[in-house]
């Protein structure tokens, strides 16, 4: 138990480090939180800073989910147990601790996580994910299908993930409900590459 809580501890600080913000501080650009849709993710970069900016910050959200579920691995955690560190790092994106609780929506962080958990599934969360954004060019909508399907193909590849992954993508969903009714009511933005 102690193993599991100083691992869960670890990777929501892990989660917690906002590639965005740091990125912007240090090339001198204005914080992600307030500029754009004031969301401290991959998208909000690209529309703020460039492309360059974006992939950085992808890079490193996709990483921090990587290796905290990686260091939690490392640690002898397995099944249901890694599944609540995967959710630690995406919460600590969400809610940083070392950025006034104030952060992105998780998806990277939780696409990262999920190389940790099973490769298959990251590749499942990938693919949906480059599939729905091409088809659609909402970040959104690719976000949350990438996410939902990744989540349900763990009950037939990993169903040990599944409760854990079921409430990451919760808390995806919630932060992403403004989201949700612009697409419904057809004022979402699209990605421009």
């Not at 890079?59 to 397995?78: E, R």
């Not at 919460?91 to 070392?98: E, K, L, S, T, Y």
């Not at 959104?140 to 299908?145: E, G, I, P, V, Y």
Request: hydrophobic share 60%; charged share 10%; net charge positive.
């Amino acid at each position: 138990m102690l193993t599991l809580i100083i691992a869960i501890a670890i990777a929501y600080c892990i989660g917690s480090i906002s590639f965005s913000i740091l990125y912007a501080k240090m090339s001198g650009g204005s914080d992600p939180r307030t500029s754009g849709s004031k969301n401290a993710g991959t998208t909000n970069m690209l529309r703020t800073a460039g492309k360059s900016a974006a992939l950085v910050v992808l890079i490193g959200d996709l990483a921090k989910g990587a290796i905290a579920v990686l260091i939690g691995k490392f640690m002898g955690l397995i099944g249901f147990n890694l599944g609540l560190v995967a959710l630690a790092a995406v919460v600590g994106h969400i809610f940083p601790v070392f950025f006034g609780f104030k952060g992105g929506k998780g998806v990277a962080t939780a696409i990262g996580a999920l190389f940790g958990l099973s490769l298959i599934l990251f590749l499942v969360a990938v693919i949906i994910f480059i599939v729905v954004a091409l088809l659609t060019r909402f970040a959104s909508l690719a976000s949350l299908a990438a996410i939902a399907v990744a989540t349900v193909a763990s009950l037939f590849i990993a169903s040990a993930y599944f409760i854990p992954l079921l409430i990451i993508l919760a808390v995806i969903v919630f932060k992403h409900l403004p989201n949700i009714q612009r697409l419904k009511s057809g004022t979402e933005n699209k990605i421009r590459l």
